[in-house]
């Protein structure tokens, strides 16, 4: 079994190389993926896209968790990238890969860097409780929801996809990896806060403004359970908790 999680990961990333991000994350999947067809036939082919696939398709869900069935229209470089390479391997599916296609939300965890939200807030206040850092904390929208999974939970699903036995309806098939619960960023970092037990004054910072915000986004996640027995179990207290000790060790080293 393959697992292919190689890419420009960051939509920041790819907005500011789109060729690099076309290069690697479609391009370098099309050759891996015929390579394996070539090579190594009879290797189960995991690929992992993004939720970020979907784009202007959370618009029209009207905030309902949208399924593996809506269309693919992405609104960013990184989002267009990860679709082209998702209908890729769906259409190499049909021509022998044996594939398990996976579209993640929003995971964070220990270890995540702080291009993204969560380790972003965390790094900051675990600055501001070992006194590196003055008690203010930078921020971009707090308006927006995401559906938030533990990066654990997610790497389970992959495992599983690679490692347990599976169904032939599975190979071939396409599954939203999400917890099907919004949260809002504001309540993200209020738990944040109320964890790191600092009293910190919070201030927007204008680069960290996207454009085209999407307001919710939440995925359904019955085709994996269906499929694969798989949901999510680790509660995001917990994450944010493990996210936020991570970098106070990292901090007081």
Known sequence: AIIHLAAIAAPGDARKMPQRAWDVNFQGTMNLAYAVMEYAPEARFVFVGSSEAYGASFVDAAKVPIKETAALKPMNVYGATKAAADILIGQLAYDGLKAIRFRPFNHTGPGQTVDYVVPAFAKQLAEIASGVGVPRISVGNLSAYRDFLDVR????AYADAALN??????????????????????????MLIELSGSDVDVEVDPKRLRGSEIAVAAGDNRAAFEALGWKPEIDLRRTLGDVLEDWKIRIAR
């Open 165 to 190: 036995d599976v169904t032939s309806e599975v190979l071939g098939g396409v599954f939203n990896l999400s917890s099907g619960r919004p949260v809002q960023i504001q309540s993200i970092l209020d």
């Open 153 to 156: 939970d997610v790497v389970r």
